[in-house]
């Protein structure tokens, strides 16, 4: 993960250096993103496992470099936070399960102006798992248990999905970003009663800021 973590970063920067030699309308933009997410759980099994959205946040850098008029290519180096909420029952105890998942996500998106100053935004990414944390909230009090990437066997470490997203310039420099993102793969192999086979699924909304 970490190769491509670095690959990823040298991309960006390679791309912001070669802005210096190309016109304006034909140089790179450079940029920050970051807003809040809302994610949940698609089963892919068919146990009884109910699951609610939870938020967290999402942040990182961006450079959208001109192809031909109206379409541009973006990668982006992202970290984003997914994850689920579960009602759990038992004899003893009523409590609520929440778990948060950590990721590093390199997007590859097109970007295409549909008008003035409103963009497109699809293509695929490459998620990193980087930590998962499982909160339980009940009735004799909360627990919590943060697992690490290395240690986390029970989740994959690498998935591939897709996003598809819009934005708006609010001005030359900022920008309102709206995306759906979901996984292509299963998170986990194998399915429990605890923890059903299931694919990420993560609606963002933010700002981006442009150099």
Not at 14 to 40: C, E, H, L, M, Y
Not at 85 to 95: A, I, M, P, Q
Request: aromatic share 12%; proline share 3%; charged share 20%.
């Amino acid at each position: 993960m970490k190769r491509i973590f670095m690959a990823a970063f040298i991309l960006l920067v390679a791309g912001r250096a070669n802005a210096q030699s190309n016109d304006v309308k034909n140089t790179p933009s450079f940029g920050i993103k970051g807003g809040a997410s809302f994610s949940n759980i698609i089963k892919t099994d068919d146990s009884d496992f109910k699951t609610d959205y939870v938020t967290g946040f999402n942040a990182g850098i961006f450079i959208s470099i001109p192809i031909v008029d109206r379409l541009s290519f973006q990668p982006e180096l992202m970290f984003s936070q997914k994850g689920y909420k579960s009602d759990r029952s038992g004899v003893l105890s009523n409590g609520t399960l929440t778990q948060t998942t950590n990721w590093i996500e390199v997007p590859i998106l097109a970007r295409i102006e549909a008008a003035k100053g409103f963009n497109l935004y699809v293509g695929p990414q490459v998620s990193f798992l980087a930590k998962t944390t499982n909160k339980y909230e009940g009735t004799f009090g909360t627990a919590e248990q943060t697992t690490i990437e290395d240690d986390a066997d029970q989740f994959k470490k690498s998935i591939l999905g897709g996003v598809l997203g819009a934005g708006f310039d609010i001005t030359p420099k900022v920008s309102l970003n709206g995306r759906y993102a979901l996984d292509f793969q299963k998170n986990n192999e194998n399915g429990t009663t605890s923890t059903p086979e299931f694919k990420n699924q993560v609606w963002q909304v933010g700002l981006g800021l442009k150099f």
